[in-house]
């Protein structure tokens, strides 16, 4: 079974960076496509960036630029680098995995997902 672990959320001010991280068990890394989506209150489930299995990195167009998705198979865990960190980036932080993805910023296209880690910038 696939289990998907984040950390490194916290609370932090703005211009600041984080780096968080998704454990991934179950299956190897370098297997599944892979993403991180957002979700702040009141508002839908956003794709941030994704990874395919072959490491090929693509990011939502409006985000470009600040974010950073990498992933390293021997630790079998994914990141995300957010810098410099905003007050709208404020928002509960999801990794997500498929084995087939077309799309990759469709939430429906990833089978796994973990259970997110909550990320807070103030101004």
């Known amino acids: 079974q696939l289990q998907l672990v984040e950390s490194g959320g916290g609370s932090v001010q703005a211009g600041g960076s984080l780096r968080l991280s998704c454990a991934v068990s179950g299956t190897t890394v370098s297997t599944v496509s892979m993403a991180w989506f957002r979700q702040s209150p009141g508002k839908k489930r956003e794709g941030v960036a994704a990874i395919d299995s072959y490491g090929a990195a693509s990011y939502a167009d409006s985000l470009r630029g600040r974010f950073t998705i990498s992933k390293d198979n021997a630790k079998a865990t994914l990141y995300l680098r957010i810098d410099p960190l905003k007050p709208e980036d404020t928002a509960i932080y999801y990794c997500?995995?498929?084995?087939?993805?077309?799309?990759?910023?469709?939430?429906?296209?990833?089978?796994?997902w973990g259970q997110g880690t909550q990320v807070t910038v103030s101004s």
């Open positions: 997500a995995a498929g084995s087939y993805v077309a799309a990759q910023f469709d939430s429906h296209e990833y089978t796994w």
